[in-house]
């Protein structure tokens, strides 16, 4: 039936992410009655304050079975700094700065991405949070005698101020965060 409008109970908790994203980032894929592999097309009408989603096929056709709202969380993301952007980013940076140096081939340095990715949020206006890819910009890390890798380092007004090295808690980052902000 073309134009039919199907209301799905979504619970309002679950909406918080969705609402503050920006609509490209959604993506909607039915779980049944077509395989993964073919496109879902539909459009996203509006949001109730009870909590649902309105949702319309774009091809006219009920929109049965199950419905699945995947959402980025876009509101922080640890930009990557290299030897261009290194001086303007870190250095003339007006808040504290935390630079992970990291390499891609690092297992600990994947378990650190996580915790950076958890202190930019928490610090948003406090503390600018950036990554440098040692393989990519090494002149940054040898200026700085990085010699093991996860290594964190704070800087505030231009200057380094803390260093941490290993893949540690997010309590330990923070406390050394907490000196700066």
Known sequence: MAGVLE???????SLTPIALSPISHLSLRRT??????????????????????KLRSNSGR????????????TAVEVLPVTDDSWESLVLKSTLPVLVEFWAPWCGPCRMIHPVIDELAKDYKGKLTC????????????TKYGIRSI?????????????AV?????????ATCIDKFC
Do not use: H, W
């Not at 209301?7 to 908790?13: G, I, K, S």
């Not at 009920?62 to 969380?73: H, K, P, T």
């Open 165 to 173: 090295i290993g893949a540690v808690p997010k309590s330990t980052l």
């Open 62 to 73: 009920r929109l049965g079975g199950r419905i699945v709202c995947e959402a980025q969380d």
């Open 7 to 13: 209301t799905l109970a979504v619970p309002r908790a």
């Open 32 to 53: 049944s009655f077509l395989p993964e592999s073919k496109a879902f097309n539909s459009t996203i009408t509006s949001f109730r304050s009870s909590g649902s989603v």
């Open 150 to 162: 996860p290594t964190v380092m704070v800087f505030k007004d231009g200057e380094k101020k803390d």
């Open 130 to 141: 950036y990554k440098v890819n040692t393989d990519e910009s090494p002149s940054i890390a």
